[in-house]
Each structure stands twice: as C-alpha cells, then as structure tokens.
C-alpha cells in the first residue's frame, strides 16, 4: 500500500507543499528517503524508527520501505518532516486508517514519540490555509503562532499517542484559538520623561520617529546616547496587523519566537554586539538565516560604539538601508528577506571620547582622531538622514526634579504624523517619509520661495551630494507634518540643514 501525507518545508521566508510518499514492499530489508533530503531529514529514519517501537506500535523491520518527498527536484532540510514520515509507516503498514487529504502534518519527533516545536512554523500555517487545506497539526509549542492565521483549524499536538487518538476520535484536541493576552513582553519601563535635559536631542528623536529616519548620535561618554536610542520604541508608532505578521515571520524562521507570545505586536529593538560578523548583521550561514537586520524589520536597529565595528559590517548596511531588503546568494539558491529598518547609531568623537568636550581635555591626537572618525565611511554618513550631538549634562538640569515630557505626549504627535503619511501615501508602497521614492519627492515635497532659496544656498555653501539633498527634503517634509503643515516653509529647511551639519565639524568637511 501507498501512503500520502501532506507537509509542508520553508525556504527564506517562503514555505512550500511537500507531499511524502512512503511504499512498503517485500525484498532486502531497508529504509530509504529519497527526494534530495539533507542529513537533518536523513535522520529522521532512526528517531521515527524508534518512536514507533516506543508507541507500541510495529515497525516494519522486515520489509523494504521507500518514502519519496515531493516535489523531488527542491532540496529538503530540517527535522520538520519526522511526523507526517510516522504517519506514513502507520499508514502504509495498515496500522491507522484516516483521510489525510485536508490536513497537513509537521513536526521533529523525539525518541519517546513527544513532539519538539519547530521553526518557521507560522509560515507554513499561512501557506497551508493558503493551499485550501482545512486542518494543520503542529507541536503544541508552536500552536499559539499559528494560531493567528484565520481559516484553517491549528491542532497543537503533545505527542505522536494524543495524535492517533484524535484520529482515530476517541480522544479529540482542541484547536488552538488566538491568545494575544501574553502577547506583551513584561519589561521596565522605559519613558522619555525619565531623561533630564537633552532636549535638542529628544527633538531630533521624535523627528526620527515621525518619518521612520535614520540618525547618528555622538558625543562624549555618559552624555545619555544609549538612554536615549533606548526609549525610542516608547514614541514610535503601533504596529499594523500586517507588520506583526512580517516580524513574526522573521523571527519564527530565525527560531528566536518566544513559544508563550503567538505574535510580536511591539516594535523590535535589536542591539547586536560590536563583535558581530557581517554573516550575523545581514544574515547567511550554509542554511541561510535572517541577520540582524532583518530581525529588525518594522522596529530599530541600534548599533553602539558605531567606530568598534568592523568596516566590512558597516559597509554591508549600504544597500539594506537603501532597498529595504537584504539578499543572500548562495550555490543552494537565492533568498531576499525584508529589512526595512530605522537605523540608529551612537558613538563617541574620538578613542578617548572627550574630543570637542567643554570641560574636559581630549588627550587624543590630531591623527588619532582622524583614523577613528574615519572608520565610518562617507557613503555610510550620507545615509543617516539626522546627525544629532548629545552635549553634557550640567547639574541643574540633573539634579532638577521636573518631570520631562513624556513618550505618551510624544507619541500622539508622532501617530499624528503617521497618519498624515499614511492618508499621503494610501495606495501606494511607500510607509513613511524617508521611504519617498525619486519621482514622488517633488510632488510631495512642495517648498515656499523662501525655503527654497534657503536650500538653494545650503546645497551651494555646503557641497552636498544629492542623496543629502533628498534626504533634507524628506527630513523637512516630516518636520512640516509634525506642525501640520501642507507646504515645507523656510523653518522646517532650516531645522533640516541644521540635522546635517554634524559631518563638517567632526569629519572635517
């Protein structure tokens, strides 16, 4: 007898129907998977083998076995497919009697027959109830993720016995229904109002949010830098359900989804570690996986002590930042993941930090400065839309017990702001301001005679490139809409130029 068991396997962000085949014949006793499996899937033979015989049930030891996975031509990775091949030696041996037609099976088995969860398994569910299969079963770990997807039952199954009582309707499981009460990460709460001073730097800040742009803070050490790119999730905008569903995505393949939250409804804040490779920021491995910088997608990418990291990681952020998406080629095939991302960074003006303090001396040399400022390249500047200089603190504002204006009241401007964008923008791919494309940028960027003469100058005294004059333009256009203004007036260019003048002082521009 022929045995069929729908499955599912997942490529990049993408997930496709498998369908396994398994043959059980006389002749020389062996078990054989064909269908380009990799060693993960290889190994399924022996953890399904010895589930069987741990579930008393009979494995087939003297017979031939054959299992096909289909389509043959797609490779196939990952211990994703020991539970449909459990269930096709059921099957095929006369030991279960069930139709498989409607439903889909995934899952790693251990030795005892209990399911272990697995990753990218909220992919495969959309791409399940997108096929017209009407019942997924997936490890229970995972059935609070898939849960999310409408019109298709999620069964969370414990183990292989809990399943065949349930096919066999002696003993039902529920489906899963969508909790999103533990969706909410306990953390402290971090709050713009907690932060004495720096009130040009929270400007720039709610700037940022407003029109999802990328921004360079530096300054000495202890000026707040870090405190400040901390509580920027606090002001940006909620997620969309379409953005949750993309994060969520992301982080269920990169199997770094919390089993108790079925979606990621915060914006994410990734904070790699100056050590990190270029493979990890952008992603890759022999088994490509998404980086950093797509973990980050629809939140903030925060990189600390921007001079400590090396030039080849720094350099692999260009085209990211510019497409929003980051590609990986390998002999395997080609994966694209989303990266659209606020890039925010911080770094001190020299290896002593002190270069250009008020109080204390820079014991850095004139070189020394040079080569450390140096390491970010000028390409890489020319994409972060605002420079922001984060000066001391003096002892008023520190020891002052005013409350600063809070991430709430921030927020309600920058949700304001964003729906400005969003009704600009409606029907369109474009999400916020520092994503207008070249053809928008005039007609949405519509400047006063008098602003347009102050860029006019600008773009002549300072010798911008055009990438800094479209991102001026864009920054201005955000400025406009957080005072709710159709036309970019002299002020908001103003401000804007202001955020770009950074690069002539330290990089000696």
């Known amino acids: 007898m022929i045995s069929k068991i729908n499955s599912l ?53 003297d017979k031939r076995i054959t299992v096909n996975l289909a389509p043959a031509d797609v490779r196939k990775e990952g211990p994703v497919y020991d539970l449909p091949l459990f269930l096709s030696i059921l099957y095929a041996s006369g030991q279960i009697d069930y139709n498989f037609d409607d439903s889909v099976f995934v899952g790693e088995l251990s030795l005892s027959g209990e399911l272990r969860p697995i ?121 969309t359900f379409d953005e949750m569903i993309q994060s969520t995505k992301i982080h269920s393949i990169a199997g770094e989804l919390p089993k108790d939250i079925p979606l990621i409804r915060k914006r994410p804040f990734r904070a790699p570690h100056h050590t990190v490779s270029t493979a990890g920021l952008s992603g ?40 929003g998406t980051v590609t990986i080629a390998r002999v395997s095939g080609t994966l694209t993941y989303p990266c659209n991302v606020m890039l925010v960074v911080a770094m001190n003006p020299c ?21 450390y400022i140096s390491k970010i390249s000028g390409p890489l500047l020319d994409r972060l839309d605002l420079h922001i200089e984060v000066p001391p603190v003096n002892f008023d504002e520190l020891s002052s017990s005013a409350q600063g204006e809070s991430s709430e ?11 400005i964008q969003n009704n600009r923008f409606k029907n369109t791919a474009i999400i916020s301001n520092s994503r207008i494309s070249s053809a928008l ?31 001026i333009l864009k920054v201005a256009r955000t400025i406009a809409d957080l005072d709710n203004s159709h036309n970019i007036n002299s002020a908001h260019i103003s401000e804007a130029i202001q955020y770009r003048s950074l690069d002539r002082k330290y990089w000696g521009q």
């Open 441 to 471: 940028l005039q007609k949405v960027c519509t400047m006063s005679p008098e602003a347009q003469r102050l860029l006019k100058i600008a773009f002549d005294k300072m010798g911008l490139s055009a990438r800094a004059y479209d991102r």
């Open 284 to 323: 890759g491995g022999s088994i490509p996986k998404p980086g950093e910088l797509s973990l980050a997608h629809n939140g903030v990418l925060f990189l600390d002590e921007l001079p400590e990291f090396s030039r080849s990681a720094l350099e692999i952020l260009r085209q990211p930042l510019e497409d």
């Open 409 to 419: 009241t921030i927020k309600k401007r920058v949700n304001a702001a964003r729906e």
């Open 9 to 61: 396997g997942i490529f990049g962000l993408n997930s496709f129907i498998v369908e396994i085949e398994a043959f059980i014949s006389r002749g020389l006793p062996g078990f054989d998977i064909v269908g380009l499996p990799d060693a993960a899937v290889k190994e399924s033979r022996d953890r399904v083998r010895c589930a069987v015989k741990n579930c008393e049930f009979i494995f087939p030891s």
């Open 351 to 371: 290896p002593c930090g002190y270069y250009g303090h008020p109080t204390k001396d820079c014991t850095c040399s004139k070189n020394a400065v040079k080569k």
């Open 119 to 239: 990753k990218g398994a909220l992919c495969m569910c959309i791409k399940a109830q997108q096929s017209g299969f009407k019942n997924i079963f997936v490890p229970v770990d995972n059935a609070k993720e898939c849960s999310v997807v409408e019109g298709i039952n999620v069964y969370g199954v414990k183990d292989v016995k809990s399943l065949i009582s349930h096919l066999d309707k002696s003993s039902q499981i529920t489906p899963s229904k969508p909790d999103f009460t533990s969706a909410k990460i306990a953390e402290p709460e971090l709050d713009f109002s907690q932060v004495k001073g720096q009130s040009e730097a929270k400007r720039a800040l709610e700037i940022a949010a407003a029109g999802a742009h990328n921004i360079l803070l530096i300054g000495s050490p202890g000026t707040g830098k870090s405190m400040l790119a901390k509580r920027l999730p606090s002001i940006l905008p909620d997620m």
